[in-house]
C-alpha cells in the first residue's frame, strides 16, 4: 500500500506548516506527501483567493519544498493544475497526480493539453475519477493509475459506492469517517491518498475533509494491520 498525505493548500504559505506536516506524515508511516500547483487564473473566484496563492507550488518555493523533503526523507510529488507548472515541477518529482475535474476528459476518450504534457514526461500519473475508467482508452495505460474518489467536500459515507472499486488502483479521500479508506484498503486498494493538517480547530482550507496526524497515524495502523490478514 502506498500511503500519501495530501497537504495541499493546508500549509497557509508557511515553511514552517510544511517542515511540520512533511515530519508529522513521515512518522505516522506515510510513503509520500503531495501538493498542488495551480495559477490566479484557477482561483480567482474563489473566496479565500489570495489565502490560496501562498499555498501553490511555483518555480521560486519548489526547490525549497523539494530540499525539506529530501532532508526529512520522504517522497514528494504535486498535482499540477495547468500544462506549464509541469516545466518546473518535473526535475523534482517522479510521478503526477491528476484532480478529478482534470481527468474528466480520459473517461470521455479525449485528451487536454495538461495531460498531454504530463503525459510526456514518461513518469507515473494518478488521476482520480468518480466513475470506472474501465471503458477509457487509457485505462490500460501501464504510465496511468486510477484512484476511486468522491469530488465532494466533505463526503459522507452514504456517498461512496464500492461496487467498482476493483476497478482502480487505490482511493483518494474526502471523508471524515475511517471505515471509508480503511474499507478502500481492505478491498483492495494499492495507493491511498488522505489529506492532512495541523490543527482541525483552526480555519484551513481544507480541513473539512482532512485528518490530523493522530488519526492519520491511527488509520495508517489499522491499514497495516490489515495487509497482515489480506494477502
Known amino acids: ?75 514528494w510529488f504535486c498535482t499540477p493544475m495547468y500544462k506549464e507548472a509541469v516545466d518546473f515541477l518535473d526535475p523534482f518529482v517522479k510521478r503526477y497526480k491528476i484532480r478529478e475535474m482534470d481527468g474528466r476528459v480520459l473517461l470521455q476518450n479525449k485528451m487536454s493539453p495538461l495531460i498531454e504534457r ?61 471505515l471509508v479508506p480503511l474499507s478502500a484498503a481492505i478491498l483492495g486498494s494499492k495507493i491511498l491518498e488522505i489529506h492532512v493538517t495541523i490543527d482541525k480547530i483552526k480555519n484551513f482550507v481544507d480541513n473539512a475533509v482532512s485528518y490530523d496526524f493522530n488519526e492519520l497515524a491511527e488509520l495508517i495502523k489499522l491499514v497495516r494491520l490489515s495487509e497482515k490478514i489480506i494477502k
Open 118 to 178: 504530463v503525459i510526456e514526461t514518461g513518469k507515473e500519473i494518478i488521476i482520480s475519477a468518480q466513475q470506472s475508467p474501465k471503458n477509457s482508452t487509457y485505462y490500460q495505460s501501464p504510465q496511468i493509475k486510477w484512484l476511486y474518489c468522491v469530488p465532494k467536500y466533505p463526503s459522507e459515507i452514504s456517498d461512496h459506492d464500492f461496487t467498482h472499486i476493483k476497478d482502480f488502483d487505490g482511493f483518494s479521500n474526502h471523508c471524515p469517517h475511517y
Open 1 to 75: 500500500m502506498f500511503i500519501v498525505a495530501e497537504i495541499g493548500v493546508n500549509w497557509d504559505g508557511d515553511f514552517e506548516h510544511v517542515r511540520i506536516m512533511i515530519e508529522n506524515a513521515k512518522k505516522s508511516g506515510c510513503d509520500a506527501v503531495k501538493f498542488q500547483a495551480f495559477d490566479e487564473k484557477l482561483v480567482r473566484e474563489h473566496e479565500e483567493f489570495s489565502r490560496l496563492l501562498k499555498c501553490t507550488i511555483t518555480a521560486d518555493n519548489v526547490e525549497q519544498v523539494n530540499d525539506l523533503a529530501k532532508e526529512i526523507g520522504i517522497e
